[in-house]
């Protein structure tokens, strides 16, 4: 077994290795944070019948790496559109599995937040982890699709849209824009309006007040105490 010190490979090796051929994203993270969603890339199969065999996601002073099988990716894409066109059920079945386990999540949260956790024992602490665990593990799973999807889409069908055609492109792009604004894109808004008001007092201190507003490692537990 070779020691954590003697093992040195570095972003640049890692992806040197062109068989097979990864589809890599990098974001700030901690491993804490990212440990629910990475243990639900092991359960896609229960909601689809293909399936990522490697995900490799290592992190350094607070950035990671996300790296998946570009092929894997984009058969899993095929798969659930084949299988969309065939039958829409499909994705409304996985849709309401998803609403399930979300509901069940929420009412979990609930439960916690009238909880006096202070005062719980590290067993308890344990009991009450592993019921909020699994709901929110099964929650991220049906929507973890969208992960192979964008290989799919840039590599495949962005390629077979005439790029000559301005209606079609304005019609993808009102598809692709989300039903509810999530919190990246609440971040873009804001940092764009701080932008387009550049020329008004207090810029800086503006800017400063959306990076600690949206920077989500501040925000979300790193440093628990």
């Not at 609930?110 to 929650?139: C, D, F």
Request: charged content about 30%; proline content about 4%.
């Amino acid at each position: 077994m070779l020691e954590k010190s003697k093992i040195k490979i570095t972003q640049k090796d890692f992806l040197g290795i062109k068989n097979p051929v990864w589809w890599f994203q990098e974001f700030p993270a901690v491993f804490g944070l990212c440990y629910g969603w990475m243990k639900a890339f092991t359960k896609i199969s229960k909601y689809y019948d293909k399936n990522y065999q490697i995900l490799v996601v290592p992190f350094k002073n607070d950035y990671g790496w996300q790296v998946l099988e570009k092929r894997k990716s984009i058969e899993l894409a095929r798969y659930v559109l084949s299988q969309y066109l065939k039958n829409s059920s499909f994705i409304w079945n996985r849709i309401k599995e998803w609403k399930k386990y979300k509901r069940k999540f929420f009412r979990i949260c609930n439960q916690i937040k009238k909880e006096k956790v202070n005062g719980l024992s590290h067993k308890n602490l344990w009991k009450l982890y592993n019921r909020l665990m699994p709901a929110y593990t099964e929650g991220l799973v049906p929507a973890l699709i969208i992960e192979a999807f964008e290989p799919y889409i840039l590599e495949i069908f962005a390629k077979k849209i005439p790029y000559k055609d301005p209606e079609k492109l304005r019609k993808l792009f009102i598809l692709e824009q989300p039903s509810v604004r999530s919190f990246m894109i609440n971040e873009r808004m804001d940092f764009l309006k701080i932008c387009l008001e550049s020329f008004k007092t207090g810029f800086y201190k503006k800017l400063e007040e959306h990076s600690n507003k949206f920077f989500w490692l501040r925000n979300n537990y790193k440093n628990v105490k």
